[in-house]
């Protein structure tokens, strides 16, 4: 099995902070990726808007049900629907990811 390995004061960077627990779950998920596919850092467009599932479970209910929950902007009236493509522009934005030919490059990735 293969491990990602990050800096221990990872969360003190401005540029992580910037794009807050979304952009932070979406990096840590591409550094997996291409980890574990050995690309050197680079991310597909396609596979980048898949690495995360923007549905997850609720706890079990006194019956054992379990509900799907969906992250995402449900009135419209203030603020932007959340998506992969938002998140990969805050990640972009803030220089963690850098857009090349064909997807992303995570940025520093040898280093």
Request: hydrophobic residues 40%; glycine residues 10%; proline residues 5%.
């Amino acid at each position: 099995m293969t491990w990602v390995k990050l800096d221990d004061h990872y969360d003190e960077n401005p540029k992580i902070a910037s794009v807050g627990p979304l952009g932070l779950a979406l990096w840590v998920t591409g550094l997996a990726y291409c980890n574990r596919n050995l690309t050197d850092g680079f991310i597909p467009w396609a596979t980048a808007r898949k690495l995360l599932s923007w549905d997850y479970l609720d706890p079990p209910d006194d019956e054992g049900r379990r509900r799907i929950q969906s992250i995402s902007v449900s009135c419209g009236m203030t603020g932007n629907d959340v998506d992969s493509d938002r998140v990969i522009v805050l990640l972009t934005t803030a220089g963690l990811w850098d857009e090349v030919d064909g997807g992303f490059q995570v940025h520093d990735f040898d280093q």
